[in-house]
């Protein structure tokens, strides 16, 4: 009876020290980072519909200045169209204020960014990028990390090489680069960032990948947990799709001029993705793209597009 006893509390006290383990740190991993898209930085006094061209500074300099105020950031990014015009004066004019940031920034191109028949190139942007931000370490417009043991970092182009555009492409030797890249992350959670959203928050054809299902053929193949984080339609929006979350996160210089701070939680069995939505602390400034926007209500989501929790189970 002794042993008997003596058995089961050996197994009780490997239970409990099991359940401790799987609590702690190397089990359950956090990355947190903020989000901001569509800023259309300028330098003209001049504004351009609802988009508030001759304040987009300020409304920078605030997001910024609430970013340093957020505590543990991993990183913040920048999901494309940070200019409003793709030349090197307000390029650098952005990258002044970006660098005011106590975190690391990385930046993806939008259609906004770079052109093919002035300064601006992919070549020369990717140029300036290393040149003013010390953690742009790459050699592509398109490139990946890991910022710690369970995540895995990927950052796509999706901007066009040739005409002016609003549609976005993802050339096929991006793709297979991408494909190759998922084949080593499969027990990874898996961020994506891309200025144009695999699944759009409203139909626009001018605004869409051109090549959408050659983007899905290659997701299709994995099944870790996978969240796409993208801007461009300056929609707010969440949406889970088997294994992927699709997140839209709307312009800093249109209404309802906003960007996000994401928590996820990497647990052994799950993903928890935590969404606190950021508003602009320049009230005269929202008010006046609420009133130049139509159909104001709709670019500023739903509570559960904005303020909310989305768990993915890993299989």
Not at 250 to 276: C, M, Q, T
Request: aromatic share 12%.
């Amino acid at each position: 009876m002794k042993n008997l006893f003596k058995d089961l509390f050996y197994i009780l006290f490997v239970v409990l020290v099991l359940f401790f383990i799987s609590d702690q740190p190397s089990f359950s991993r956090t990355l947190k980072f903020a989000q901001i898209s569509d800023i259309h930085f300028s330098t003209v006094r001049d504004d351009n519909g609802y988009k508030l061209l001759s304040k987009t500074k300020p409304l920078l300099q605030d997001a910024v200045c609430q970013i340093n105020n957020e505590r543990n950031l991993n990183f913040v990014v920048i999901t494309g169209d940070g200019i409003d015009r793709p030349n090197k004066d307000s390029f650098l004019a952005l990258t002044d204020v970006l660098n005011e940031l106590k975190y690391p920034w990385y930046y993806v191109l939008g259609n906004h960014d770079t052109t093919t028949d002035g300064f601006l190139t992919k070549k020369n942007i990717l140029n300036l990028l290393k040149e003013q931000n010390p953690n742009y370490t790459f050699n592509s417009t398109y490139y990946t990390f890991k910022p710690k043991a369970g995540f895995r970092l990927i950052f796509l182009d999706g901007a066009k090489n040739k005409g002016i555009s609003s549609n976005g492409i993802l050339p096929e030797e991006e793709l297979c680069w991408l494909d190759d890249i998922l084949k080593k992350s499969k027990n990874d959670v898996v961020l994506i960032f891309i200025h144009f959203p695999l699944l759009t928050p409203f139909d626009s054809k001018n605004h869409e990948i051109l090549n959408a299902d050659d983007f899905k053929s290659v997701l299709k193949k994995y099944n870790m947990p996978i969240a796409i984080f993208s801007g461009h339609y300056h929609m707010t929006k969440i949406t889970k799709r088997g294994n992927i979350l699709h997140v839209s996160t709307p312009s800093l210089a249109g209404y309802p001029n906003a960007f996000r701070i994401i928590e996820v939680k990497n647990k052994h069995d799950k993903v928890i993705f935590n969404f606190k939505f950021m508003e602009t602390n320049l009230k005269d400034f929202q008010a006046k793209t609420k009133i130049l926007t139509l159909g104001g209500a709709r670019y500023y989501g739903k509570p559960q597009d904005r303020n909310t929790t989305v768990v993915l189970i890993k299989k």
